[in-house]
């Protein structure tokens, strides 16, 4: 039987990977808004006169905190202005629990709970009222309900009989990153097998997998030469957009102005 035990390396990766979202953390508390601000007007600017982004039809946007990354506002309504499909994370899902024994649970004692979902899913935001509707869950994330406000179930990126046709590009958030293109995710792994789950579904029907590319703040990138720890899991995108800077090689499907 194969041990599944950590070895000694993946143990220090995650170490390594903690010790960073800390420091990187404090770092990000300290930057003054306006200057987040500037530079998500600046990051967006260059999204938004991409090729790419102009060839986009569906496109996956992450829902921007107050602190800590690129607010992702005017990227969000400029999709919807442009005409194209938004989709933005569900990271919640709801459970029954009771207080009572299995056999004794019933409608009266049961209750439900919000709890963060295995995966995320990408759900379809269909004009800025639908946007500005999202509410905020527990963790301060705002997200979008699984239904429409006439019931309908929401449109799932990923689920054809939902009407979800795939996705063209995905804008990803991240903790830090390294000028080789590494990405330092939050540490619970949704975007990295949500790229997966979204490359097998392209596959699957003989289509490229979506341009995946990330959304830096300036203080998000480490100097030259520093990179961020990962493993085999963590992948790298087609291309980190900062203020300053469009980092990929030349193998990436990412066009910049």
Request: hydrophobic share 35%; net charge neutral; with cysteine.
């Amino acid at each position: 039987m194969t041990s599944k035990a950590p070895t000694a390396a993946s143990t220090a990766i995650r170490t390594a990977k903690r010790a960073m979202r800390k420091s990187m953390a404090a770092t990000l508390n300290s930057l003054p808004p306006q200057v987040a601000l500037t530079q998500s007007s600046k990051v967006a600017e260059q999204i938004l006169r991409s090729p790419s982004y102009a060839q986009s039809k569906s496109i996956s946007v992450y829902v921007s905190m107050d602190v800590g990354e690129i607010n992702t506002d005017q990227i969000c309504r400029s999709i919807l202005r442009d005409g194209k499909r938004l989709y933005v994370p569900l990271f919640a899902s709801q459970e029954k629990t009771s207080t009572a024994v299995p056999a004794a649970a019933t409608a009266q004692n049961l209750t439900t709970r919000t709890i963060f979902a295995t995966d995320m899913v990408m759900l379809r935001l269909v004009d800025l009222k639908d946007y500005d509707q999202m509410k905020v869950n527990r963790w301060g994330i705002r997200e979008p309900t699984l239904e429409y406000e006439s019931g309908e179930l929401r449109e799932d990126a990923l689920r054809e009989d939902t009407g979800g046709d795939g996705l063209d590009l995905i804008l990803a958030p991240g903790v830090a990153f390294d000028t080789k293109g590494g990405r330092l995710g939050h540490g619970k792994g949704y975007y990295d097998r949500y790229f997966a789950r979204a490359d097998k579904w392209a596959e699957e029907r003989g289509r490229k997998g979506p341009i995946t590319v990330a959304l830096a703040l300036s203080d998000q990138v480490l100097p030259e030469g520093e990179l961020v720890p990962s493993d085999e899991n963590d992948r790298i995108l087609d291309a980190i957009v900062s203020p300053e800077h469009c980092i990929k090689d030349a193998k990436s499907r990412w066009i910049s102005t």
